[in-house]
Each structure stands twice: as C-alpha cells, then as structure tokens.
C-alpha cells in the first residue's frame, strides 16, 4: 500500500488537475491535506477506503443565473452559487457571500473549511457554503430586495431547515437574511429555521451578531491563558470594519485590550488613544458609509488609503477580520518584528500558506480561522436548536454556551496537537480534531 505522504500527495495533485484555476481551493486543500497526513499515517484504513480522495469532492455543486431588475429598469444578471459540501455529521450549515470577487474557488475554499469548523463546534452540522458575485454596495435597499428576491426563488429548491441552512458572511448581514427569508416563506408557505442569522422578531437568536467577534477572542482569551498571558493591558489591530471586527473589538476592549487601527476595503484608520466602537457602529451598521469619516470626528486619528499598511502597526495582538490573503509572508515578517505575540484568525483564510509558517517558525500563538470564528456557526446552530424547540434563550444563555463551545474548541486543537506531536500548533490541532469526527461518521455511512 502508498505511504500516507504519497496518499496526500497524490489525492492534492489530482484535486488541483479537476479543479484548474480555483487558487483558493487549491490553498485551503493544501494546509488541511498537508496536516492529516499524520492521521493516515494512523488509520490505514481510510487510504483502503479513498476517504480523502472522496472528502476533497462536494457532495453536490449548485450553480445559477439570478436576474434581477436595477432601480433604472435596466435586467442585471449574476451568478449565484450553493456548494453543499459534506453532509456526514448533519444537514449542510454554512454562510451566503455577496461580493463581486465571489467565484466557483472561492466559495468552495470557504465551504471545504466549514466542514472542519462544523464539526469542531461539537454540534450535528455538515458543511457547505454560497453566495454570489452581486456587490451590495452602492444598491439601493430595493435593488439589494430584488436581488435577494431572485436569488432565493432559485436557492430554495435545494435547502430546508433538516436539508441545508444558509446563513450570513461577506455582504450578508440582518438586512439581507430578513429579504431573503421572506422570499423563502412566500415560496414554500414554510415557517422553519431554514436560515440563521434572522432578526429577533422572526426567529433570530440574541447573541448571533455578536457570536464570530466575540467567540473569536474567547478563543484568543483562551490560547493567551496557557500560556499565563490575556488582553488585559495588550493593543490589538483589526482588520476589517463588519460584523466580526467590530464585535471583536467590543469584546477584546471588555476585556481590558486597546484596539488602535481598523479597516475596510479603502483603507485603514489609526487612533492610538483606542478606536471609539460607537462611532464605527453608526458609520458602518447604520449609515453603512467608509471607515475614512472616522476622521470627521476624530480628527487626532490617521487615515491611510490601501489595506495592507494596517499590519504595519505595533501591536500585541493582531486579529484579521476582513477577507482572505490579507496577511502575505511580508506582512507577517512585519508583525512579528514588531513583537506580536499572537494572531487570531476572524475572516476566513486571511493568511496566507507563507504568512502562517511565519508565525508558526517564530513562535507567534496563531489561532486559525476554522476554529477561531467557529463561534458563528456554533451560534448559528444554537439559533436552529432554539427555533426546533420554538423557545428563545436569554443572550447570557447565548453568551454562555459560545464561551463554552469556544473554550471545547481550543481544548481539542490542543490536544491533537499534542497527541499528534506538534504541541501549540494549532493549525495542525484544529485540522485532525475537525477531521476525526467527519472521517467515523463518513466510515461508518460505507461508501457514499
Ligand atoms: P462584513 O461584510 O460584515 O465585513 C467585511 C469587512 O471586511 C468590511 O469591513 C469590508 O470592507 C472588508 N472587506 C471585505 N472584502 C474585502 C477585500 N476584498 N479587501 C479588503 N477588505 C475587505 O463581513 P463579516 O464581518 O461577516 O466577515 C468578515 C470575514 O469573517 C470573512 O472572511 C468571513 O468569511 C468571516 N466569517 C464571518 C462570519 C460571520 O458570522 N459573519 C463567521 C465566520 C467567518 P468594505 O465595507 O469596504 O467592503
């Protein structure tokens, strides 16, 4: 029989020769194949039974046209994807992203990573992923409702609250889900949890905005405490002004941390008195506006055009929020240099392969984004369990089982980590302990 590096290598080689041009998939592939050759090594009998050669292919790929009518009357056409990606564990959970960078690679990328980060959570929630290459910004409320109109009108045929249960992510927030969830119900004459992240009124849980932000530094808090360290007194840059920078802001600050610098898509501001959260919650949740009006009011900060320079500040810790590859090998390199001791991963994948060995080789603590903003999804299928039960928990009742489910993830990285030989990676600890779950449940269900 193969060795399990020749297995890994093999199964990687083929999974980028299928899948041409999806750089994304091919890079998220990389890291998690790379890390459970140890496991292989362990389990003969998932190479006798092609485990991961079957692991790396969606259960099922949906692809879409979604017309849809601009205020002018003009037709507007884009594309919109679901990929349900692994359904072993339970019914496919995962997040709906609306970005014009949104592509067949990308969304597989983001639903292969969510099969780990489910199970991670502890709860009976399969992986998959969606979304569409419209940008909401600039749209007025109406050309965003037709949009989602559309959209669902086709999604629907494929999801259900047993079957799949989409939920928010880049471009996709309240306003978004309450569009899309009334399209559902007028479709399907269907109240169900078929999706998460819903208003208070509807269905939503407390807690669930808060939840990736939050539980993000709940894992960070956690890393931090084995090693007899915290927040307390630290700076911290984030990247990103949305849903999980800004609650990892709130947060990190309860917990005594100062958050220097944020971002968006333009640029980043930088207020070394500690960036003030209202003001970012009014420009960016309410009159949904650039993070460069900061200075409007603030007029000690800076404001610098780009992204990249944000990783250019001092700081303790650095939490990446916003997107993909936002940390190159140089951005680390910088980081590091400027004495950052840890990093926790917000967005998904916001480092890059290089960026990570990085951190890894110099002793950075490096919390990975499949475990590390694990706590929406797990929010996410708190939501589902409350809408089965037709009962709403308090946010303390949330807030508890988050910082519980948090704190349950970063034990297992560790102690994979440990188990597999690589103590404090948590890369590797979070990749075998999200993997073991998926790989008995799809052993046992045969060859399906
Ligand atoms: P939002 O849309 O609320 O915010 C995204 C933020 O990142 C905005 O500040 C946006 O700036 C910035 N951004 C988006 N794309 C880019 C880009 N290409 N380059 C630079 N900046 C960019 O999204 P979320 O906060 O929900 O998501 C952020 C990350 O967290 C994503 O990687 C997502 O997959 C991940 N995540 C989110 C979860 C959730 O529950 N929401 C759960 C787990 C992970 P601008 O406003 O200018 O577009």
Known sequence: MVSASQYVAKVLEKLKEKNAC???????????????????????????????????????????????????????????????FNSAIGPYKGGLRFHPSVNLGIIKFLGFEQILKNSLTG?????????????PKGKSDNEVMRFCQ????????????????????????????GYLYGQYKRLTNNYSGVLTGKGLAYGGSLARKEATGYGLVYFVEAMLKAEKKSFAGKTVVIS????????????ATQLGAKVVAMSDSNGFIYDPQGIDLDTIKQLKEVERK???????????????????GIWNIKCDIALPSATQNEIDEQSAQTLVQNGCIAVGEGANMPTTLEGTNVFLKN??????????????????????????QRMAWTFEEVDAKLKNIMENIFAQADSAAKEY????????????????????????????
């Open 22 to 84: 999806e750089s994304e998939f091919h890079q998220a592939a990389t890291e998690i194949l790379e890390s459970l050759e140890l496991v292989f090594e362990k389990h003969p009998e998932f190479i006798e039974s092609n485990l991961l050669e079957r692991f790396v292919e969606p259960e099922r790929v949906i692809m879409f046209r979604v017309p849809w009518f601009d205020d002018k009357g003009n037709v507007q056409v884009n594309r919109g994807f679901r990929v349900q």
């Open 123 to 135: 709860l009976s929630i399969g992986g998959g992923k969606g979304g569409s290459d419209f940008d």
């Open 363 to 388: 002793g950075v603590l490096f919390a990975p984004g499949k475990a590390a903003n694990a706590g929406g999804v797990a929010t996410s299928a708190l939501e589902m369990s409350q809408n089965s």
């Open 290 to 308: 650039r993070i460069s009006e900061y200075m409007l009011t603030h007029p000690h900060a800076t404001y610098t055009e780009g992204c990249f």
């Open 240 to 251: 990103g002004s949305g849903n999980v920078a800004i609650y990892a802001h709130e947060k």
């Open 150 to 177: 559309s959209f669902m009108t086709e999604l629907q045929k494929y999801i259900g609250a047993d079957v799949d249960v989409p939920a928010g992510d880049i471009g996709v927030g309240g306003r978004e889900i």
């Open 421 to 448: 030989g690589h103590a404090k990676n948590y890369v590797i600890g979070a990749n075998i302990a999200g993997f073991l779950k998926v790989a008995d449940a799809m052993m046992a269900q045969g060859i399906v």
